[in-house]
């Protein structure tokens, strides 16, 4: 399946292209995978060095979520575009070799690369099995959720916006009137904030039932451990099978079960409170405000959530 993500302020849509085009080539590895890295024509502000810093950055994020860079060899196209500023584009193939195209304005800044969350949630889609479109959620939010994660632990993004990006973000992913589960409702919404909303309480769940000894990132390693990259196509029931195997107890399976064909709405005022995340209001406060709570009765498992993990094969 094609994977398109558009970044403006936010998520977007998903779009579709014919495929990357050839360009003068360099290359980084990166936890065990080849980058092959592609300069298409056009004026950019930046230097290569700096784009390749930038790649590296994204590369290294991921690597630190998942244990190793998820494929053996990735392809990438910096499409400079004209009079732009910001990283306004990413796509993502998996037929004919893990490759993406990303689209940099030509006035785009440093800055503006160490902000930049797109080139992560690009490489984040190597990590799981290619999907049928009516699972493009999975896919979508599983990078969504990874990525600010995965940056937070390498020094790219605040730990504490993490947990304010999820509490003004998923409430974007629950069910509006009409849904009819997350493999039939493909909005927008359901798609990036509907899977994210999946992924932490699977998060939250397999870290209860594990008494905290495994999380998500166990379960989603798992799965690429068993083989399950970008690379094969696996269907949805066999990926989350893998990982559920990998961390000992059915959450993913039964969590797929609950979700896919109904409108689930879990309560998350009371999810926040029991992390310990105080979503403040007020005179004066500023939207995605909040602090955090050490006392609440699953601190703890919020903490282990944000907390960068052992390398795989370590001991819990």
């Given at each position: 399946m094609l994977r398109a993500c558009i970044a403006l302020l936010a998520l977007a849509a998903?779009?579709?292209?014919?495929?990357?085009p050839r360009?003068?080539?360099?290359?980084?590895?990166?936890?065990?995978?080849?980058?092959?890295?592609?300069?298409?024509?056009?004026?950019?502000?930046?230097?290569?060095?700096?784009?390749?810093?930038?790649i590296a950055g994204a590369a290294d994020a991921v690597t630190a979520y998942y244990g190793r860079f998820p494929v053996a060899r990735y392809r990438i196209v910096v499409e400079p575009v004209a009079g732009e500023s910001g990283v306004l584009a990413g796509t993502t193939w998996a037929y004919g070799g893990a490759h993406s195209r990303v689209r940099v304005g030509e006035h785009t800044t440093v800055a503006q690369l160490d902000r930049d969350w797109v080139m992560t949630h690009e490489m984040v889609h190597t990590a799981f099995p290619d999907q049928e479109r009516s699972h493009h959620w999975i896919?979508?939010?599983?990078?969504?959720?990874?990525?600010?994660?995965a940056r937070s632990w390498v020094g790219r993004y605040p730990a504490a916006r993490v947990w304010a990006d999820l509490t003004t973000g998923l409430p974007k992913g629950l069910p509006e009137p009409g849904d009819r589960g997350l493999d039939h409702t493909p909005t927008w919404g359901r798609t990036?904030?509907?899977?994210?909303?999946?992924?932490?309480?699977?998060d939250v769940g397999i870290r209860e039932r594990t008494?905290?000894?495994?999380?998500?990132?166990?379960?989603?390693?798992?799965?690429?451990?068993?083989?399950?990259?970008?690379?094969?196509?696996?269907?949805?029931?066999?990926?989350?099978?893998?990982?559920?195997?990998?961390?000992?107890?059915?959450?993913?399976?039964?969590?797929?079960?609950?979700?896919?064909?109904?409108?689930?709405a879990p309560d998350l005022g009371a999810l926040w409170r029991s992390l310990g995340v105080v979503v403040q209001r007020g005179q004066g406060?500023?939207?995605?405000?909040?602090?955090?709570?050490d006392r609440a009765p699953r601190a703890a498992l919020r903490q282990a959530i944000s907390a960068?993990?052992?390398?795989?094969?370590?001991?819990?």
């Open positions: 998903c779009r579709t292209a014919a495929g990357a360009a003068d080539p360099s290359t980084l590895t990166v936890g065990g995978g080849r980058i092959e890295v592609a300069f298409a024509a056009g004026p950019l502000d930046v230097s290569r060095r700096d784009l390749m810093a930038w896919e979508e939010g599983i990078a969504t959720y990874v990525e600010p994660l990036y904030w509907g899977g994210a909303l999946f992924c932490l309480i699977a008494a905290g000894k495994r999380g998500l990132i166990d379960a989603l390693r798992g799965i690429l451990a068993a083989g399950g990259n970008s690379q094969v196509d696996w269907p949805i029931e066999r990926a989350l099978r893998a990982g559920d195997q990998a961390v000992g107890v059915p959450v993913l399976e039964e969590l797929y079960a609950q979700m896919k064909d109904a409108p689930v406060v500023q939207r995605g405000q909040i602090e955090l709570d960068r993990p052992a390398p795989p094969g370590a001991s819990p």
